[in-house]
């Protein structure tokens, strides 16, 4: 399968935060299905249609995700053509927490000011369709949500999708790595830490509910930002003290995305620390790189040593020794157990013993001795024939 420049980003200069958001409750005030959808289906209570659809998948062993697509297109029938124009429609009946219309321009533009650039995703169990529908659809580099798949006459005929708490998951790992496409079977490859595209230092999570603690735990875990939400006219914070108590959330505000309250705050201080932490992960880098060029050199010399050991223990001619030798003493350290093999050869190897008093010869072993202790019995023949 061929992919899009859309479906693998590769990592930039710049730094990317991305924030990753829920979507009913956290940036809309309900259910996006019961905001017109199930009313046009002939229900008064949305609450009948949810019990129906939750006793469909507790007698089934389904999916609940799965169970309320099912009761959307079932229940469809006579009432509605089912269609992806129609959930698009649906979708844009849908109403947006205060200040999410203005939310993105604004954290992109604060982002841009200090050298981060962000980005926005929707990971939810709602519909991708309907997702699409919204006014602030075009914000987000990828909606990964439920979705349908549609006949050629745009008829919903079988679930293409089906997001639900648990796999939510794997999409943060798409995002960390770059890889896009549901499809693509590459997240699963090995990355090394500076080769992923959004570490996840550098992501958030915002969401709701118990449904979002399995995105939140990851992201938290692994030493990114989870922000719990609630809704800013019920100011009811039940779940986020209890997402909060378990450890699953770092932060909790009011689904309240205009500029100057505690969310927008709160993702301001994030691109804050971002830009010091990658500034401190660049000098970190730097660092290493340093390190483990240093480490390299001393292997490659090692090396080099341990193979020129060798080489004078097998010479055999007294102008190989001198040859070999004079590349010895271009080195200027020396382990111990290094010198005692340097020793055992001058005494055991004809070809080196008969040169020892020759004045590179003596010079080379003079330095090597010198300040080395030793009192085995080759060190000690090797300084008492060098004089």
């Known amino acids: 399968m061929n992919k899009t420049k859309n479906d693998i980003k590769a990592k930039g200069k710049m730094p990317v935060l991305a924030i990753c958001y829920d979507f009913d409750k956290t940036l809309s005030p309900n259910d996006m299905q019961a905001q017109g959808y199930i009313q046009s ?8 249609f949810w019990q129906k659809s939750n006793e469909l998948a507790k007698k089934n062993d389904m999916d609940q995700n799965l169970a309320y697509m099912y009761q959307m297109k079932k229940e469809a029938e006579g009432a509605l053509l089912f269609t ?3 959930l698009i429609e649906q979708g844009s009946k849908v109403s947006l927490f205060p200040g999410v219309e203005g939310w993105f321009s604004r954290v992109n533009e604060y982002g841009k000011s200090k050298g981060i650039k962000v980005e926005h995703y929707i990971i939810s169990s ?20 439920s979705s349908f798949y549609f006949n050629k006459r745009g008829v919903a005929e079988w679930p293409a999708q089906v997001v639900n708490y648990t796999n939510k998951t794997q999409f943060l790992f798409r995002i960390e790595k770059g890889v896009l496409d549901v499809n693509d079977p590459s997240v699963n490859d090995y990355f090394k830490e500076e080769e992923k595209r959004i570490p996840f230092r550098n992501i958030v999570y915002i969401g709701d509910s118990d449904t979002d603690i399995p995105c939140m735990k990851l992201v ?12 800013p006219t019920i100011k009811e914070k039940a779940k986020v003290y209890k997402m909060m108590r378990e450890g699953r959330i770092k932060y909790f505000a ?9 969310i927008d705050k709160l993702i301001k201080m994030i691109i804050d620390k971002t830009l010091a932490n ?4 660049t000098f970190h880098n730097k660092n290493q790189e340093e390190n483990d060029k240093v480490s390299n050199d001393n292997n490659k010399e090692e090396i080099n040593k341990n193979a020129l050991i060798i080489e004078l223990m097998n010479s055999f001619s007294f102008a190989n020794t001198h040859i070999i030798l004079k590349k010895i003493s ?3 350290t020396w382990t111990d157990e290094q010198k005692e093999k340097l020793c055992e050869i001058a005494i055991n190897n004809s070809q080196v ?7 590179d010869v003596r010079s080379f072993f003079d330095a090597l001795l010198e300040g080395f202790e030793s009192t085995t019995e080759n060190v000690t023949k090797v300084k008492s024939e060098i004089g």
């Open 41 to 48: 289906i002939g229900y008064e209570n949305t609450d009948d």
């Open 84 to 86: 992806k124009k129609t």
């Open 126 to 145: 709602g519909l991708k369709e309907m997702i699409e529908g919204t006014k602030i659809a075009d914000e987000f580099e990828r909606i990964y949500a």
């Open 220 to 231: 938290n875990s692994l030493g990114g930002h989870s922000i719990g939400v609630y809704d």
């Open 254 to 262: 009011e689904a309240d995305y205009n500029e100057g309250t505690e």
């Open 278 to 281: 990658e500034r401190l992960e």
């Open 330 to 332: 271009l080195f200027t």
């Open 353 to 359: 013993r008969l040169i020892l008093k020759d004045d």
